[in-house]
């Protein structure tokens, strides 16, 4: 079981980039996806998740109305749309499953099993 995440890079603050998370080795349709982020000093916080049970989802409060987390059953993939990029997003975005279908508000990553290796998003103010 692998997870890539990928799409991160430098933007001047306002703008936006598309993150991907696919995985190799299961079918991440069947589960819950979580993106996760890791700034520099900091402990890692919970952004978003997005459940498979019933499709349903979780912002963290920092980020909602800015991102969105999005699903492609087809590609078995997650996508972490982020917009309005602030400095204060800048951190290693990382992507995470545990083989279970449900989002905890606030999400957690005590229970994540599955990580990808992290994708970097700098934004410059």
């Known amino acids: 079981v692998q997870l890539q995440a990928s799409g991160g890079g430098l933007v001047q603050a306002g703008g936006s980039l598309r993150l991907s998370c696919v995985a190799s080795?299961?079918?991440?349709?069947?589960?819950?996806v979580g993106w996760f982020r890791q700034a520099p000093g900091k402990e890692r916080e919970g952004v978003s998740c997005i459940a498979s049970s019933d499709g349903s989802i979780y912002y963290a409060p920092s980020v909602k109305g800015r991102f969105t987390i999005s699903r492609n059953t087809a590609e078995s993939t997650v996508y972490l749309q982020v917009n309005s990029l602030k400095a204060e997003d800048t951190a290693v975005y990382y992507c995470a499953t545990d083989k279970t279908t449900m989002c905890d508000d606030p999400l957690t990553d005590h229970e994540f099993d599955f990580w990808g290796q992290g994708t970097q998003v700098t934004v410059s103010s």
């Open positions: 080795g299961f079918q991440l349709n069947y589960y819950r």
